[in-house]
């Protein structure tokens, strides 16, 4: 029988909170004065085939910038000045973070670490994990701590090179678009809303169409195209299936 996840019972969010104070000064000094419109990457990602196309079309929609000391996340989306709008932390979590030997102590520390960054950085956070046929059943588990314990949206993807795609529609979803944290929903399906708007070809009525109609992210993920179509149609049903089961990595 799995381990019960409980906030209660791990030491990684209490080790995060005991940081020296050193440690939290440069981790607030590495994300003051950053320019409206700003797109953070941590600099470990450069290299990246995603990091390669973002640098390549990123002047059109951000101010792209690469950091090493970026603490707890992997992208620190920053909205327009006509956006009042809390910037988004967003970590990638990647299959080998949770399926190989240690997962699981691994993506809780972190989770632990994005959800302390976040706060400091007054930023709302965001989980992007990867996810593919071969790793659903221990995706669960994260999907369970960050969407259960700590109310955090996850954005299940495929394959990595739909990042640059999703990051402009996550930055369109909570900047641009209405916000749906600001309309009166719960936590919890304000959540959702803005997790699939994060999904290139979803827009807001179709992401509450299929909030309404299928009620999780999960739900969605795993649904037969016939059984999107009927909800979205099917142009819109063959991009969410492609989105979620594209198998190449």
């Not at 030491?11 to 981790?27: A, G, H």
């Not at 992007?128 to 669960?140: F, H, I, K, P």
């Not at 708007?197 to 909030?211: M, S, T």
């Not at 309404?212 to 993920?221: C, D, K, P, T, V």
Request: hydrophobic residues 40%; proline residues 4%.
């Amino acid at each position: 029988m799995p381990r019960q996840l409980s906030l209660d019972s791990t030491d990684d969010f209490e080790s995060e909170s005991s940081s020296s104070t050193s440690s939290k000064r440069r981790r607030k000094s590495s994300l003051v004065n950053l320019p409206p419109g700003a797109l953070v990457v941590a600099a470990k990602w450069k290299g990246a085939q995603f990091a390669q196309e973002l640098e390549s079309d990123a002047k059109k929609r951000f101010d792209l910038r690469f950091k090493d000391d970026l603490a707890g996340f992997d992208f620190h989306l920053i909205g327009p000045r006509s956006s009042s709008a809390s910037p988004l932390a967003i970590l990638l979590v990647v299959e080998a973070d949770y399926v190989s030997s240690g997962g699981e102590r691994r993506y809780r520390q972190k989770l632990a670490k994005l959800y302390t960054a976040a706060n400091k950085a007054k930023s709302k956070a965001v989980v992007v994990c990867q996810r593919t046929e071969a790793s659903v059943g221990d995706y669960l588990s994260v999907q369970r701590l960050a969407c259960v314990e700590l109310k955090l949206p996850v954005i299940p993807v495929a394959d990595q090179r739909h990042l640059p795609q999703l990051l402009g529609e996550l930055y369109s979803a909570a900047f641009v678009k209405r916000n749906p944290f600001l309309i009166g929903e719960s936590e919890g399906d304000a959540s959702q809303i803005v997790a699939l708007q994060a999904i290139p070809g979803v827009g807001e009525n179709k992401a509450r169409v299929l909030a309404e109609n299928f009620g999780s992210l999960e739900r969605i993920a795993v649904a037969s195209e016939s059984d999107l179509a009927l909800v979205v149609g099917s142009s819109a049903a063959r991009e969410l299936h492609s989105f979620f089961n594209d198998k190449k990595r």
